[in-house]
C-alpha cells in the first residue's frame, strides 16, 4: 500500500494530513527517510517509523468522550494544564479526536485511529452534521435566528445555513455542518450575542446520552454501524458486518477472483470494458443497489472508475453492461474507466451497497454527490479487489 495510506490506517493523522507529514522529511522505511507519499511499502515486511518512532498497524477503535471545559482537545500542548489525551488510559493513546473543541466548550468528542473516517466526518465536502447546546445572554430574537439560520459574514465569507431550534429561556440548539474556529460563538458573536455555556451533544447519528463529563466509552455496534453509513466508510462498514456476523450480501466475478488480477481485457491495455460481477444474499427491504469502483494507489489519492446508482435488485451485472444511471468518473466521463496504473500493482475496489430508497439523483452525479445521498440508507454493502498492473512494452 501507499505510505500515506499506511499512516492513515496506523492512526497518525487524515491522508491529507499524512501527505505533509510525509513531505516534510518526517518518515523513514526500513532506516531510509522517505518524501514521497505514494512510496510503496508492505506492513509485512518494512519498517516505518515517524520522527524514529515505529508506527504499526492496529485494529481500529471508536470511542466517545465527553469533554469538559478546560481541556483543550490536541494530544500535545506544552502550554495547556491539560489536553484530552489525559482523560484517557495510556492503551488509548494511539486514538486521534475526531475535529476540535475549543477549551470553553464542552460535550462530545469522538476519537479513533481509523484515519479514514476522520476524514470524511471532519472534511467540509462532506457536509457532517454537528448539533450544539448553547446558553445565551438573552433570548434569542426571531428575525436574528433567521439571520443565522441564513448564514452570517466570518471573516468575509458567509457561513453556510445552519438550523436553530428554540429550547426553554434563553438556551437554543444549534446544528452546523462547518468546522471553522469557535464557529458557533462568533457567529451568535455577529449578531450581538454571548454565549454563556456550549455544548457539542451530537455527530452524525452519534450522541453522547448519558456518558458523565469527564468519562469515555466504546462505541457500541448499533452506533458505530449508523456513523459509518452516514460517512459512508465501506469498509469501517464491513469491519462492523463482520464483527456482528451479518453483512452477507457478496460481490463475486466469474473473470477474477478476489485479490487477484484482473484480467488485461477490463483495463485500458485491454477493450476497456467493465467484467461481469455476480450479487448474492442483497438484504430484504432493500429498492436499489449503487457500485463505485476506485483505486486508492493511484498518486495523487483515491480515483475513482466507475459511478453507478440505482441498480435494480439483479443477481448480477453483464460484461459491458449498464446496470443502471451512470455518474461521472474521474476521466470525466459517464462510463466504466478500467485499470490504468502508471506504475507497479494497484488495487481496485468495487464496493456495492444495498440502499433502502431509490435516490433523486441526475445521471452524472459525481461520486461526493452519491455518497452524501446514500447517508443513513445502506443497509449492506460487499466488496470485491483486484489487481492489475501494466504489461510492459503497452
Same mark, same amino acid.
Not at 486521534?96 to 468528542?109: A, E, S
Not at 453483464?318 to 446496470?323: F, T, Y
Given at each position: =500500500? @501507499?505510505?500515506?495510506?499506511? !499512516?492513515?490506517?496506523?492512526?497518525?493523522?487524515?491522508?491529507?494530513?499524512?501527505?505533509?507529514?510525509?513531505?516534510?522529511?518526517?518518515?523513514?522505511?526500513?532506516?531510509?527517510?522517505?518524501?514521497?507519499?505514494?512510496? @510503496?511499502?508492505?506492513? #509485512?515486511? +518494512?519498517?516505518?517509523?515517524? +520522527?524514529?518512532?515505529?508506527?504499526? !498497524?492496529? +485494529? %481500529?477503535?471508536?470511542? %466517545?468522550?465527553?469533554?469538559?471545559?478546560?481541556?483543550?482537545?490536541?494530544?500535545?500542548?506544552?502550554? #495547556?494544564?491539560?489536553?484530552? =489525551?489525559?482523560?484517557?488510559?495510556?492503551?488509548?493513546?494511539? &486514538?486521534?479526536?475526531?475535529?476540535?473543541?475549543?477549551? +470553553?466548550?464542552?460535550?462530545?468528542?469522538? =476519537?479513533?485511529?481509523?484515519?479514514?473516517?476522520?476524514?470524511?466526518?471532519?472534511?467540509? @465536502?462532506?457536509?457532517?452534521?454537528?448539533?450544539?447546546?448553547?446558553? &445565551?445572554?438573552?433570548?434569542?430574537?426571531? @428575525?436574528?435566528?433567521? =439571520? &443565522?439560520?441564513?448564514?452570517?459574514?466570518?471573516?468575509?465569507? %458567509?457561513t453556510s445555513p445552519c438550523k436553530i431550534i428554540y429550547r426553554t429561556g434563553n438556551e437554543v440548539e444549534i446544528t452546523i455542518h462547518e468546522g471553522r474556529n469557535r464557529q458557533v460563538r462568533r457567529m451568535f458573536g455577529a449578531a450581538g450575542y454571548r454565549v454563556f455555556d456550549l455544548k457539542r451533544i451530537k455527530e452524525a447519528d452519534l450522541t453522547l446520552g448519558s456518558l458523565p463529563e469527564g468519562k469515555w466509552r466504546f462505541l457500541n455496534k448499533g452506533e458505530l454501524r449508523k456513523i459509518c453509513a452516514t460517512a459512508c466508510v465501506a469498509l469501517c462498514f464491513l469491519s462492523l458486518s463482520m464483527a456482528e456476523g451479518g453483512g452477507s450480501m457478496k460481490l463475486t466475478s466469474p473473470e477474477f477472483s478476489d485479490k487477484e488480477f484482473i484480467p488485461g481485457k477490463f483495463t485500458c491495455q485491454g477493450e476497456n470494458v467493465s467484467p461481469a460481477l455476480n450479487i448474492e444474499s442483497v438484504p430484504a427491504g432493500t429498492r436499489s443497489l449503487a457500485l463505485i469502483v476506485d483505486d486508492p494507489d493511484a498518486p495523487m489519492g483515491t480515483w475513482t472508475h466507475w459511478v453507478v446508482f440505482?441498480?435494480?435488485?439483479?443477481?448480477?451485472?453483464?460484461?459491458?453492461?449498464?446496470?443502471?444511471?451512470?455518474?461521472?468518473n474521474d476521466f470525466g466521463k459517464m462510463d466504466y474507466g478500467g485499470p490504468c496504473p502508471p506504475s507497479g500493482t494497484h488495487r481496485y475496489f468495487f464496493r456495492l451497497y444495498a440502499l433502502d430508497i431509490l435516490l433523486e439523483l441526475d445521471e452524472g452525479a459525481d461520486r461526493e454527490s452519491l455518497e452524501a445521498a446514500m447517508k443513513g440508507h445502506i443497509l449492506d454493502s460487499a466488496e470485491l479487489v483486484g489487481l492489475y498492473k501494466k504489461t510492459a512494452g503497452q
Open positions: =500500500m @501507499r505510505l500515506q495510506v499506511y !499512516l492513515s490506517k496506523a492512526g497518525v493523522a487524515s491522508r491529507r494530513s499524512n501527505r505533509g507529514i510525509i513531505e516534510s522529511g518526517r518518515v523513514s522505511v526500513n532506516d531510509k527517510k522517505v518524501t514521497d507519499p505514494s512510496f @510503496r511499502v508492505d506492513p #509485512a515486511v +518494512d519498517s516505518v517509523t515517524l +520522527d524514529g518512532k515505529k508506527i504499526i !498497524l492496529r +485494529d %481500529a477503535v471508536y470511542i %466517545a468522550l465527553n469533554k469538559p471545559k478546560g481541556i483543550v482537545t490536541t494530544k500535545k500542548d506544552r502550554f #495547556a494544564e491539560k489536553t484530552i =489525551m489525559d482523560l484517557l488510559p495510556k492503551e488509548l493513546g494511539h &486514538l486521534n479526536p475526531v475535529g476540535r473543541l475549543d477549551k +470553553d466548550t464542552r460535550g462530545l468528542v469522538l =476519537m479513533t485511529n481509523d484515519g479514514d473516517l476522520i476524514n470524511r466526518l471532519t472534511h467540509p @465536502r462532506f457536509n457532517v452534521e454537528k448539533t450544539y447546546s448553547a446558553v &445565551l445572554d438573552r433570548d434569542l430574537d426571531k @428575525r436574528d435566528k433567521a =439571520m &443565522l439560520e441564513k448564514g452570517v459574514p466570518l471573516e468575509g465569507k %458567509a440505482n441498480i435494480p435488485v439483479v443477481p448480477g451485472i453483464d460484461e459491458s453492461g449498464i446496470p443502471g444511471s451512470q455518474g461521472v
